[in-house]
């Protein structure tokens, strides 16, 4: 072939494209007509901006949509960083404290942006369009459960009261019964479950199980437990752990339990109940649900005042 100055290149493509068995000049004709990718085409912001479709007339009801859809993307990106953590054979405590910081940001913009939300909307709206989005919740954000099961081992996932009678050998299925968050969506008495998490199941709970299975031994926990036993006692990845587990568990959750209180509490004639339908003054308070990622990492003070602090 003739000399050129993209010969090196060239080269490269005809490997490429010989490894798939396919004709590289066919390739490089295909890019003459190819058009150039433009910012919309490549953010897909067409789509994206299509997205928000309220269900009443009350303006404020697009803050609302817009700001879960923020979190679910945020979400999205916490899971994306899980994901390659924990699948990484045997990452190094840079690396590991280095993903971790990437996903505690995106869970930190979480939890210092519920006010964007709380002064954003007018409880009066807020108290009208509600009605129309009865029963669904926030609840029932898959991606939320998934953070949960990556991040830490199932049993520390169990409603505190039934933590005696699971262990590792117990199977998925039953655990799932047994999850804290079963709580929110059972009447214990009855043993009924709501239409909430009944419809929530359905939808997903195979996948969960699916993902249950998976992440059993290559969660965030089990990863650094796998960590040689220097690098574990390394400070500042204990440091991002305990600020992990404490962005997630408590200030978040804090953060939510206040914008909750403020709009379910505006309502001074209503019943003062979720549309979720869950008993939510207790259920949502971190030091009701105790949910702690990684207990060994903190001491037994610290675990005795979980959320009662904040
Ligand atoms: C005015 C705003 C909000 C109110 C009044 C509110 C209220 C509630 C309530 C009462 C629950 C308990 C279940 C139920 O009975 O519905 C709940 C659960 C939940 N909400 Fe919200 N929420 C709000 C905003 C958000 C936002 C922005 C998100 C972000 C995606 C979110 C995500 C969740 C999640 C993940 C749960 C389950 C938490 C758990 O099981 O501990 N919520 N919400």
């Not at 998976?214 to 006692?233: G, S």
């Not at 752990?241 to 001074?268: C, F, L, P, Q």
Request: proline share 3%; aromatic share 16%; with cysteine.
């Amino acid at each position: 072939m003739e000399e050129t100055k993209y010969q090196n290149e060239i080269a490269q493509l005809e490997q490429k494209f010989n490894k798939i068995d396919q004709n590289t000049k066919t390739h490089l004709e295909g890019l003459l007509w190819s058009k150039p990718i433009t910012y919309w085409d490549y953010i897909q912001t067409d789509a994206l901006l299509n997205l928000q479709i309220q269900r009443t007339t009350l303006p404020d009801e697009m803050v609302f949509i817009m700001y879960h859809q923020v979190n679910e993307l945020l979400f999205k990106m916490i899971l994306w960083e899980i994901n390659q953590l924990c699948h990484t054979e045997k990452p190094t405590t840079e690396y590991f404290t280095e993903k971790l910081g990437r996903i505690s940001r995106y869970f930190d913009m979480l939890t210092t942006s519920f006010t964007i939300m709380m002064d954003g909307m007018e409880p009066e709206q807020y108290l009208k369009f509600r009605h129309t989005l009865t029963p669904a919740s926030g609840f029932q954000s898959a991606q939320y459960r998934l953070i949960e099961f990556a991040s830490t081992d199932l049993i520390n996932l169990i409603d505190y009261r039934f933590r005696a009678t699971i262990d590792r050998n117990t199977p998925y299925s039953h655990a799932f019964e047994h999850l804290y968050w079963q709580a929110a969506g059972k009447d214990y008495q009855t043993g009924k479950k709501s239409y909430l998490i009944l419809e929530f199941e359905r939808k997903y709970k195979k996948n969960f199980l699916e993902f249950m299975e998976e992440y059993n031994t290559i969660n965030i926990w089990q990863k650094f437990k796998q960590l040689p036993l220097q690098d574990q006692q390394n400070r500042t990845l204990i440091n991002a752990m305990r600020h992990y587990d404490k962005t997630v568990n408590i200030t978040w959750v804090m953060g939510h339990y206040y914008a909750a209180k403020k709009y379910i509490e505006s309502d001074k004639t209503g019943t003062g109940e979720a549309t979720g339908g869950s008993d939510w003054k207790k259920y949502m308070l971190p030091k009701y649900q105790r949910r702690i990622f990684f207990p060994e990492l903190w001491t037994q003070e610290e675990l005795d005042t979980w959320g009662e602090n904040v």
